[in-house]
């Protein structure tokens, strides 16, 4: 038991944050536990479990996006919302790039993990949670129609029946819903390129799917790609389109607006201390 626990630490030292099923993956593409749910539930899960509440692991290197907090944003007055304001201040990164850049994913679970390169470049990163709403694909089609500019919509997830079939889904959803943008889909991952690539480990196709009977062979979750393969797919699909001297240019004049906005809000605080005395 303490080489699967040498096992965790070690693999999340070097790629974090993960999910606990990329963790259970790794652990069986590196031959330390065995493919079975019975590991990944009564090993990998209450290990983790156990590591995380001894702080033998930073509850940090876990990511687990299914469930979070619902609060409007506040403050303590309006000087802090200001200063708030000026320090977290972003040009919208797009706004002048030739395209529109949007990052879907079938597990919510795995949110945070590809978050850190959405948010770095300020591409919406959309998550269906298996088949999305019909609600969801028409608000964001309309979001897509309101670029008024080509969008390139990059897809991750499981290769299954149903992880072959969503994509599609989606597709032919923000087509309908946004009949006249010009799209351009993209399935990322999970691909059979990347499971020879990568080795990664395999699970035996749910025979209750219903489209499993047009599908050869074991699938394969995303989950299983690691963390930073995972990023660096995201990262790679988003940097084709980046136009760098717009890129530059966008970030020059943010630094300056970010500048002028905390002189502002610095010199508006001061005064307002100056009248309460």
């Not at 469930?67 to 919302?81: C, L, N, V």
């Not at 599908?215 to 760098?244: K, N, Q, Y």
Request: aromatic residues 10%.
């Amino acid at each position: 038991m303490e080489r699967i626990r040498t096992a965790i630490y070690d693999t999340l030292a070097a790629d974090n944050p993960a999910t606990v099923r990329q963790v259970f993956y790794r652990l069986v593409s590196a031959g330390v536990i065995a493919k079975t749910e019975a590991e990944y539930k009564t090993t990998v899960t209450r290990l983790l479990t156990e590591m995380r509440r001894a702080r033998e692991v930073p509850f940090g290197w876990i990511s687990d996006n299914t469930r979070w907090m619902r609060k409007p944003t506040t403050f303590d007055s309006y000087e802090d919302a200001l200063l708030s304001t000026a320090r977290t201040y972003r040009r919208a990164l797009w706004q002048e790039q030739p395209v529109y850049v949007e990052v879907w994913l079938e597990k919510d679970a795995l949110a945070g993990v590809l978050y850190e390169v959405t948010e770095k470049w300020d591409v919406p990163l959309m998550v269906t949670r298996g088949y999305p709403s019909l609600t969801y694909l028409h608000e964001a089609a309309e979001s897509v129609a309101y670029q008024e500019k080509p969008a390139f919509i990059y897809y991750f997830g499981d290769l299954d029946p149903s992880g072959l079939d969503i994509p599609k889904k989606v597709e032919a959803g923000l087509r309908e819903f946004a009949p006249e943008a010009e799209i351009h889909f993209e399935r990322v991952a999970v691909t059979p390129v990347q499971i020879k690539r990568w080795q990664l480990p395999t699970r035996p196709t749910k025979k209750t799917d219903s489209r499993s009977k047009s599908f050869t062979g074991e699938s394969v979750e995303v989950d299983a790609i690691p963390s930073h393969d995972l990023r660096a797919l995201a990262r790679e699909c988003i940097d084709r389109h980046i136009d760098r001297e717009v890129l530059a240019r966008v970030q020059l004049v943010e630094k300056s607006e970010r500048a002028t906005l905390l002189s502002y809000a610095r010199s508006l605080t001061a005064e307002l201390e100056e009248s309460v005395q």
